[in-house]
């Protein structure tokens, strides 16, 4: 039998700020990693401020942030927060009262 890992358990405080945060910066999302593959839901949050992704990290114990590229000189070096397939579906069956826009 396979253990799965799962997503913390949300505050209702905790779970209502990342909707939140999902709402203005995220994306929910069905995406293929390679050509050939089905679709996987995935969950992203793009932002410059590395303290805001590490908090959510920490929060929900699930995911990961990378680096994205900078192609100017004068833009600011950003970060995404994802989190793919089951992890994700557990963390939207628990923020989804929370969402207020189009991504409910």
């Known amino acids: 039998m396979t253990i799965y890992k799962k997503v913390a358990t949300l505050s209702n405080v905790n779970a209502a700020y990342i909707a939140g945060i999902i709402d203005g910066e995220g994306t929910i999302t069905l995406t293929r990693k390679h050509k050939n593959d089905n679709r996987q ?3 992203t949050i793009s932002n410059t401020e590395m303290p805001l992704l ?3 990290l920490e929060t929900i114990e699930a995911g990961k ?3 994205k590229k900078t192609y100017k000189e004068n833009h600011t070096p950003s970060m995404t927060y994802a989190i793919n397939n089951r992890l994700a579906l557990d963390l939207l069956s628990q923020i989804t009262p929370y969402l207020k826009t189009y991504k409910k």
């Open 41 to 43: 839901l995935a969950i």
């Open 54 to 56: 590490e908090f959510i």
């Open 65 to 67: 942030i990378t680096n």
